[in-house]
């Protein structure tokens, strides 16, 4: 039996599966005490499937239950809650300034998660965590990734929950405090991500439209990345979660099939960089568990 309690805090549907399946389902594997956290429905997603085209938002959003459900069932995942019950949040969406910068959409839904209020937000989370009582902790970093309002929205609300929820004089209603021992932030695999597009680049696949990709924004600095949980046998594991939102996903587009293409490198796995709390163990090379180094009770 572990007593390794891990909270996963994603924006949408989808991002579970394509950022952190392997993690998911190794820690369920483990044995491992596994919750996500959804702040909204993806409502806003764009729809690659033709025959939907004529789903309202709503509609999406009900959808994406589902094939979340799914993806959850490939991934050993039983735990999840959507920040605030379902459709509390809506689906914020984006928009692009120029090509690569992504930008808040001019117009929002009155409950975009955008505009939510921040200490409500973190309240809905400072419940969460004070139940489950995760030792770690993982979200997105300060932009989100790639930018998205809902992922930036996400880091916010997670980092200010974090700190909540370890405060006694904090809104005791809402459960014992908790200190959570490390919050990481999921990024790019970069060294990964340089090698695949050199391979992409090979078969001749297109990825984005318009311009290269300057490397630069392709990840954190390596040194920066702390650890490293590897894919190897949870390859099939990743495919199907992601599979599972076909409304978002086409896992035969280039861009996926490049996704595939990185999970399969040597030593490919998801990325974590270090947030806050307690510093994992110096090393030369990243940790394969996001737990080293802490005290397990
Ligand atoms: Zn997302």
Excluded at 39 to 49: D, H, K, M, N, P
Excluded at 139 to 145: K, L, R
Aim: proline share 6%.
């Amino acid at each position: 039996m572990s007593h390794k309690r891990l909270l996963l805090v994603h924006a949408h549907p989808d991002d579970e599966s394509s950022q952190s399946a392997a993690t998911i389902a190794r820690y369920a594997d483990e044995g491992a005490q596994v919750t996500l956290v959804t702040c909204t429905l993806g409502e806003r997603g764009e729809i690659l499937v033709p025959e939907w085209n004529h789903y309202s938002e709503k509609e999406l959003g009900e959808h994406r239950i589902a094939e979340l459900q799914q993806a959850m069932d490939h991934m050993g995942l039983t735990d999840h809650m959507f920040l605030g019950g379902v459709g509390h949040y809506h689906d914020t969406g984006m928009d692009r300034a120029e090509y690569g910068t992504v930008i808040v959409p001019p117009d929002m839904p009155d409950n975009a998660f955008w505009n939510a209020d921040l200490l409500e937000a973190a309240n809905f989370l400072v419940e969460i965590i004070r139940s489950r009582r995760p030792q770690v902790v993982s979200t997105y970093n300060p932009f989100g990734g790639y930018g998205h309002p809902d992922h930036v929205q996400a880091h916010r609300v997670t980092m200010y929950a974090v700190i909540l929820a370890g405060a006694r004089s904090h809104a005791p209603e809402l459960g014992e405090a908790w200190s959570v021992d490390r919050v990481l932030w999921g990024t790019h695999n970069t060294g990964m991500w340089k090698q695949a597009l050199s391979i992409a680049k090979e078969r001749g696949l297109k990825l984005w439209d318009g311009e290269e990709r300057d490397e630069d924004t392709l990840g954190p600095k390596e040194e920066y990345i702390e650890a490293v949980v590897p894919i190897g046998e949870y390859y099939d594991v990743c495919r199907a979660a992601l599979g599972s939102h076909p409304s978002q996903v086409n896992i035969e587009d280039p861009f996926w099939e490049f996704h595939g293409i990185i999970q399969q490198l040597p030593g490919a796995g998801e990325a974590y960089v270090f947030g806050s709390g307690v510093p994992f163990p110096a090393s030369d090379e990243p940790h394969e568990d996001l737990f080293i180094g802490l005290n397990l009770d």
